[in-house]
């Protein structure tokens, strides 16, 4: 999706914005090769650590609504973790963190390395020629961790020194708040949006001009319940940032 830019409060310069999906989460598949070394680890696989539930299905929402291109990972993230730069302590799991080094630098070539490129080539490309790109990074959360209840029903994650970004987040939420009052809407709960994700990673080669990165976070317990209350939530969740983007058309 394309769309001239018109005038922001902040005096963004007009031009031409695009839009990019992911979903670094988006399933538990282990393949056939690895599977040797998840054994015990069935129960992990299906919970929250071992993909963000429902983040998938949120992600193709968000594609379509904004006729985005869509870079989704499903193997799980206990395989290798896609939101972790390289060299990150936790970039593998207990399962493969000490699996030998050549095995790992496969995982990461077949698994981590295809998602990533492609889409900061994407994003590379469009910065080339001129557009500005906001980049829609689709996660999920689990209600409860380590006792701690988590109050939100939606998070959005930004990072706060970066004005499209926070200005972005906050029309999302307001629109979010005014079409569905019930919803607890959070901005950089229940991780900061600065934290070390994918969009941080973009964040240290575009400029903030050209590159606006925002993690939408869904709590669990909508997926879980399932029905119409979790098509509720994601079609409130798209309508609301069409008109968040509208100051863009």
């Known amino acids: 999706m394309q769309e001239q830019e018109a005038s922001t409060d902040n005096g963004a310069v007009t031009g031409i914005t695009d839009y990019l ?9 282990i393949p056939q090769r690895y599977r040797q070394f998840f054994g015990g680890f069935d129960s992990l696989l299906h919970s929250h650590r071992g ?18 291109p869509l870079f989704a990972c499903t193997t799980s993230r206990l395989l290798i973790d896609l939101n972790r730069p390289v060299g990150h302590p936790r970039l593998y799991s207990k399962a493969t963190r000490h699996l030998p080094l050549t095995m790992r630098r496969e995982i990461l070539e077949r698994y981590y390395l295809p ?6 080539a994407y994003i590379a490309e469009a910065v080339r020629s001129g557009k500005k790109i906001i980049h829609f990074s689709s996660h999920s959360f689990t209600p409860e961790l380590d006792g701690q209840v988590r109050n939100a029903d939606i998070g959005l994650l930004y990072d706060p020194s970066r004005p499209l970004e926070r200005d972005l987040c906050n029309r999302w939420r307001a629109n979010l708040k005014a079409q569905a009052p019930c919803l607890a809407v959070r901005r950089n709960y229940p991780y900061l949006g600065k934290a ?4 941080a990673c973009l964040r240290r080669r575009f400029p903030a001009d050209a590159y606006i990165g925002i993690e939408l976070e869904i709590n669990q317990k909508h997926f879980l319940k399932g029905g119409r209350q979790w098509e509720a939530l994601r079609s409130s969740v798209c309508e609301a940032l069409k008109k968040a983007i509208s100051v863009y058309s």
Not at 21 to 26: I, P
Not at 51 to 68: I, P, S
């Open 115 to 120: 998602v990533r490129n492609t889409a900061e």
């Open 196 to 199: 070390n994700g994918f969009a």
């Open 51 to 68: 993909y963000d539930l429902g983040a998938l299905n949120m992600a193709n929402e968000l594609a379509a609504t904004l006729r985005a």
């Open 21 to 29: 999906v992911t979903c670094e989460h988006g399933g538990n598949r």
